[in-house]
């Protein structure tokens, strides 16, 4: 797409900081719309296409590490790796308790509880603080 947009000698947006300039990957297309340029339509919608493409890899389970997760940090990922949980698929593949439990056993059983509310919460996609109560009693009942 770039050599394309730099033929059509459309110009990169300079994004100007406090204290230094930006070069970002967005073009000035306005030369190409005033003059109904017969290509920018398939051009755009070739870049919508890449953006939506990317943007789902991205949030897809491929291109994660357990940290990327919510709730999760380098420090809980170094915790689920030490308990055998390497990586996001297999942290999927388990119910929070399971992940839990896995936990204690390799850390000892004085892990705190909240650790089973942010296994949770990173399986639905939210923070922990924001599990009803009802769902953190369920949990602690199954464990």
Known sequence: MTPKLLDKQCKKYVHVKKSSTAIVNYYDITDLYEGEDKSL??????????SVAEKEYRDSKLNKRLRDLPNLRLTIERMLKKAGVEDVDTFFSMSPEELFRKVQEAHGYDVDVKLLWMFAGAQNGTHWTLLSEETKQQLLRAI
């Open 41 to 50: 339509g398939d051009m755009v919608k070739k870049s919508v296409d890449t």
